[in-house]
């Protein structure tokens, strides 16, 4: 169910959840952003696409998606390949580093709570957590329009080009039947697929921590 069912029965969780979710939306478009224009393309630098302003990255129909479906998407980040020193290792680095600012966020989210003893805000660092470790490894998927599929896919490619062809020509069709069938099922197949990745991010997450405190 998407986010709009908390706005009647819990408005101050529909507060905190869509704050964290843009919040984290628009860091993950701001770090692909930034990383194209350290490397060397400024085009979404010169779109506006190179700060937090939720205005300049949220989709409207991916936005109204989240609302009431529970799934939706940001703007992707337009990158010129041809500005890029190296285009095919510099667009996976791009790609990484949304999945990577969330999973820095999530990783200080831990550290700070457990430095600090925060806990009793537990109701805005557990969303914001979930949230960006969720992000990280659904958006690691090797399905386009995924960041996986800019980093993953050359790498199969190597071993089996027609898996690879496959998952760019229909990646989004796999991805909305997935979506649609568990939605209609009520089973969440996605969770199921990352729900375990999400765990053991945690469990390592949670050891540097212990070692670092």
Known sequence: MGLITLLYSDPSAFIILSTCLIFSLCFHEFSH?????????????RMGRANLNPLNHLDPI????????????????P???YNLENPKSDMMKIAFAGPASNLLIAFL?????Q???????????????WINV??????MLPITPLDGSQIFNPIISKYNRNAAVFLSKNGPNV????????????????SYIITPIISLI???????ISWII
Do not use: C, R
């Open 109 to 113: 989210v831990l550290l700070i709570a």
């Open 134 to 139: 969720a992000l990280a490894v659904f958006n």
């Open 175 to 190: 991805l909305l039947a997935i979506i649609f069938i568990s939605i209609i099922t009520n089973i969440p197949i996605l």
């Open 33 to 45: 952003s930034i990383t194209a224009y350290y490397l060397g393309d400024d085009t979404s630098y």
């Open 79 to 81: 990158v010129n390949h």
């Open 115 to 129: 430095l600090f003893d925060l806990y009793d805000y537990s109701k805005i660092i557990v969303p914001l957590y």
């Open 62 to 77: 991916g936005t109204l998606m989240i609302l009431f479906i529970g799934f939706g998407w940001a703007k992707p980040v």
């Open 202 to 208: 945690t469990n390592i997450f949670e050891f540097i």
